[in-house]
């Protein structure tokens, strides 16, 4: 199969075997599938001239930026592009795998992307928009939480550093709150959690003071960080009424919040989606993920400092 010829750039001959072997293996499948993925592979590989390894989240979603406009795709035509790569990049992934060498796939996955979308779509894309929220908005309800009540503020600042459902919010407790290294584990109680295993979240260092204030201020050794009655944490549905009389509508929805983090930090840090799915304690969608890769806390701390999106905000 020709394939240098139809290359713009210098390409080593590893990366040269790896991309013919794959094209190689479509071809069994379909012609025209092979020709297809060819064409959008090389096209892709020529515009950002690099070793393939070297290939991250985000060049790919400068690729799609700058290279490709929307309004001169069909319906579902980029997403084919996309998922074109993804397959590539995953067949790239597994090789790698087979030699020791872990390798994400850089190609964003379809949430952060919506490339289905038509252009009288764009409306709906606004309103899903919506639900991620700009510095400015994350700085204003810390400032304005700050001054109405600083339970609220540190609720605020955890879920917005953290990415915490509300509800592992909720159940915090303060013997699981490690000031030393800046972590909380979560998630222990039975409405809290989503696995058969305790959560950890990072929140940043420069938080660390004002926590160690709230629980001057709070005055307990053990028990809830957000104690409600009855010696019971605070309900989501108690918390969201009183959210809802004293601050805008937009910030009751706690799991924006979380949405927000991730979008961030995919977008703006080019976060690889295996590091994502582990500070976010999802479970892993990939095999290296499931088996392979194993992290320490402190590699795992390195990862959040590295992908945390939101140091321009004052409390961070």
Known sequence: MILSENIGYIISPEDLSILGNYLSEVEKRSHGACLNQKGKILKCLNYLKKPIMEITMIDIVDYFKCDIDISDLKLNSKESHRSYLKSFFYYVQSILLDQGIVYNTPVPIQKVYNFTKRTNDFKKISEQEEDVF???????????????????????????????????????????????????????????????????????????PYLENYLLVLGKKNGWLFPGRNNLPISKTGLRKYCNKHYRVKYTKFHAFRRTLITRRMKDKGCDLLISEMLMNHAPSSVEGKHYVKLSIKEKREYYDKNFPFNDITYF
């Open 134 to 208: 700009s510095i400015k908005e994350l700085q204003e309800i810390l400032d304005q939480s700050k001054i109405n009540r600083y339970r609220d503020f540190i609720m605020y600042g955890i879920v917005i550093s953290t990415g915490m459902r509300i509800s592992e919010c909720l159940t915090i407790k303060i013997e699981n709150i490690n000031l030393t290294e800046c972590y909380i584990e979560t998630g222990m109680e039975k409405d809290a959690r989503k696995s058969d295993k305790a959560l950890l979240f990072f929140f940043p260092r420069g938080f660390k």
